[in-house]
């Protein structure tokens, strides 16, 4: 199974920025589909963020398009999450998640079997 490591949480003001990585411990990880999902106290885990296989294809959930962007890094094995206009709202943690099959959809967190041990997200306002 494939290790993965997050970084970059932490307490910005609303309307700051913040970029999480991703990193992973296999460089085949580009061949990888990989997302960003979040979970706040008392909330389910939502979607946030997904790359497809070699980058092709980006996804994002309503609530953070035109505001985040994920990215694959040139190491190949790093995966970014650059979220800008931060709101109250977007105070959760942050998990990296990795599919490594063909199969599922990449809004749904049953598709990954990788994740992360998530990093802390909060927005005050």
């Known amino acids: 199974q494939v290790q993965l490591v997050e970084s970059g949480g932490g307490l910005v003001e609303a309307g700051g920025s913040l970029r999480l990585s991703c990193a992973a411990s296999?460089?085949?990880?580009?061949?990888?589909?990989m997302g960003w999902f979040r979970q706040a106290p008392g909330k389910e885990r939502e979607f946030v963020a997904a790359?497809?296989?070699?980058?092709?294809?980006?996804y994002y959930a309503d609530s953070v398009r035109g505001r985040f962007t994920i990215s694959r890094g040139d190491a190949r094995n790093t995966v970014f999450l650059q979220m800008n206009w931060l709101e109250p709202d977007d105070t959760a943690v942050y998990y990296c998640?990795?599919?490594?099959?063909?199969?599922?959809?990449?809004?749904?967190?049953?598709?990954?079997?990788?994740w992360g041990q998530g990093t802390q997200v909060t927005v005050s306002s």
């Open positions: 998640a990795l599919r490594s099959g063909d199969g599922g959809s990449l809004y749904e967190f049953r598709s990954y079997d990788s």
């Open positions: 296999e460089r085949t990880y580009n061949n990888y589909a």
């Open positions: 790359i497809s296989t070699h980058g092709v294809g980006k």
